[in-house]
């Protein structure tokens, strides 16, 4: 019995410290100077006996997973708020924190009394990614972030510094997120989907990528993300929940801010997962990742793509230009050999014809192991003239990032 209350006074007196020795994280030092007046009917948490001074810092263990700030609604930040007797105001001026004067760390938001601040940090994190590395591609232009999660697996995505056809701005500051860790499609010439589908990603840590990439990019260079492509590893329809959630994050005025014309979901094909968007208040761009004119040699291509008649997933994806007014693009891969033929390129034009849409060719790009090859300049050339012909719209995107295998489809698991 005695061990018992001698135990409880110990765990009393020491709690915040033996939180923060748990979580890894040290008060900064400017959050103690602030009043303590703030924190009206909350009531406060024991203090740790060195308030103030200054402890080793320890990083977070590894495996474990708290509530993450980044993607959560205002209205479940108000609960929070409110069953611990705060104001309402509270979940406001963490949004203003996190999203507006872009401070992640908890103990910083110093217009949070301490011991609120030290309760939302026992519970709260911004998110869980952690930066592992950035590889630069030696023009400069393109960025790949290496992140590792917080049960040790890893993705990456990358930021790409492209012309802008906008004329207000100079550059565009592209960031290619991942959805999930591996990919469930397995297209013959991608290095995602290689070892499957290991799991899906959160919320935070889908939106943490766009954010972090931001913060750094204003700290290097002084320039804000001006678009998001969801073309990194990851099928996003098959992580809708926590896609949808990100894209609300990035898109909400009181969030960051960014307009949905500047938001591109690309997908396999997933047309539960077309449609869904289509019935959401959303007008972000879509783009289906099509690789081939017809069925047989898109299942050939893209083992997921016997899930679904190309026909069902083309219905759906005109009725969300329908819904949207927005355009739709079409990615077509070329694989020498494989679908970069004339024929190819007529039936293109056969199954696209009379549709609002664009095509955006992409040359093969070469992943290690893989049997594959580039199409030479004139079967791209010649391809896209008849495509030309066939009133198709269509663009080329050549390579971006290469040399540090960033470029599309590039992305592959990475081993902690
Ligand atoms: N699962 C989604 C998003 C990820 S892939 C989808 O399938 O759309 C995004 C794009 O990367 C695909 O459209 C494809 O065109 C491109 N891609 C993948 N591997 C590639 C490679 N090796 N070379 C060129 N483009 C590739």
């Known amino acids: 019995m005695v061990y018992l209350y001698f135990g409880a006074l110990i765990f009393f007196v020491f709690g915040a410290k033996i939180r923060a020795f748990v979580t890894g994280e040290n008060p900064s030092q400017t959050a103690y100077s602030l ?31 708290m509530k993450y700030l980044l993607g959560v609604t205002l209205d479940t930040l108000n609960t929070w708020f409110q069953e611990r007797g705060q104001p309402r105001f509270r979940a406001g001026q963490i949004f203003d924190w996190l999203y507006k004067k872009e401070i992640s760390d908890i103990m910083q938001m110093s217009n949070l009394s301490i011991d609120l601040r030290y309760a939302l940090d026992k519970e709260w994190k911004a998110h869980g990614i952690e930066l592992v590395k950035i590889q630069t591609s030696d023009d400069q232009q393109t960025y790949k972030f290496l992140w590792q999660l ?113 938001i591109t979901v690309s997908t396999v094909g997933v047309v539960e997962g077309i449609q869904r968007l289509a019935s959401e208040d959303l007008k972000v761009n879509l783009v289906l990742s099509l690789h081939a004119p017809n069925q047989k040699l898109r299942q050939k291509i893209i083992p997921y793509a016997r899930e679904y008649e190309l026909q069902s997933i083309l219905e ?43 095509v955006n060719l992409i040359p093969y790009n070469p992943v290690a192991g893989l049997k594959l090859e580039k199409p030479s300049h004139e079967a791209i050339r010649g391809f896209r003239k008849i495509l030309d012909a066939g009133n198709i719209i269509s663009t080329c995107r050549y390579t971006k990032g290469d040399d540090i295998a960033a470029a599309c489809g590039q992305l592959a698991l990475q081993k902690s």
């Open 150 to 262: 917080h049960d040790g697996k890893r993705v990456e995505s990358v930021l790409i510094i492209g012309e802008n056809r906008d004329t207000q701005e100079a550059q565009r500051r592209t960031v290619c997120v991942s959805s999930q860790v591996g990919c469930p499609a397995r297209c013959a010439f991608c290095a995602s989907g290689r070892e499957g589908l290991l799991r899906n990603l959160e919320p935070d840590e889908i939106i943490a990528q766009v954010y972090e990439i931001n913060r750094w990019l204003q700290k290097e260079r002084g320039e804000r993300v001006s678009h998001i492509v969801y073309m990194g590893m990851g099928e996003p329809f098959r992580n809708y929940e926590a896609v949808l959630q990100s894209i609300r994050t990035m898109i909400a005025p009181d969030m960051m801010g960014i307009s949905q014309r500047r």
């Open 316 to 358: 759906a994806m005109y009725d969300y230009a329908a819904k949207t007014k927005r355009d739709i693009t079409f990615e077509y891969t070329l694989l020498a050999g494989i679908n970069d033929a004339p024929e190819h390129a007529h039936e293109l034009v056969e199954l696209l014809k009379n549709k609002q849409c664009s």
């Open 35 to 65: 009043s303590m007046s703030i924190c009206d009917g909350f009531s406060p948490l024991p203090k740790s006996s060195n308030f103030g001074q200054k402890t080793k810092k320890i990083s977070a263990p590894k495996y474990i997973r």
